[in-house]
């Protein structure tokens, strides 16, 4: 695949799974075996994952930044937002509008995001939920 069709499947990812809320965006992007940080998650792993994410934000509102590719890795520099309705890094739901930043650098093979890595603040996005 190309570094343009790699871009494509992690816009397509973050864009279906995120900002149209469908968790089943893992089955069509991720390969079985997904990798986050880590951690083989595979597809439902990470569909879990969306899903923590989207029930703690509503709306959840994704954007990227920065799109960079060499090869078979896709870096994507995100800015996230939304007002948090649940439990979210340990914090219950603050009725606040969160904003944050994340970095993440995607491996892709076939068409697929095979693993992942990710960078988040947690310490500024814990301070925003706890303010007030």
Same mark, same amino acid.
């Given at each position: ?8 499947? /992690? %816009?397509?990812? @973050?864009?279906?799974?995120?900002? !149209? ?16 940080? $880590? ?9 879990? /994952?969306?899903? @923590?994410?989207? *029930?703690?934000?509503?709306?959840? %509102? ?13 870096? *994507?520099?995100?800015?996230? !937002?939304? %007002? ?8 219950? *739901? ?7 930043? !994340?970095? *993440?650098?995607?491996?892709?093979? $076939?068409?697929?995001? /095979? ?10 996005? /814990? ?6």
């Amino acid at each position: 695949m190309t570094i343009e069709a790699n871009k494509e499947v /992690v %816009r397509s990812f @973050y864009s279906e799974a995120i900002n !149209s809320r469908d968790t089943y965006a893992c089955e069509r992007w991720l390969s079985r075996g997904f990798v986050h940080n $880590g951690v083989k998650r595979g597809r439902e792993g990470q569909r879990e /994952v969306v899903a @923590y994410f989207l *029930a703690a934000f509503e709306p959840l %509102r994704h954007e990227i930044l920065l799109l960079l590719g060499e090869h078979d890795l896709v870096a *994507a520099h995100q800015r996230w !937002s939304g %007002r948090q309705v649940g439990e979210f890094l340990g914090c219950a *739901a603050s009725g606040q509008e969160i904003a944050f930043t !994340s970095t *993440a650098v995607l491996k892709i093979a $076939g068409g697929e995001i /095979v693993q992942a890595w990710d960078e988040m603040d947690t310490g500024a996005i /814990v301070a925003q939920m706890t303010a007030g």
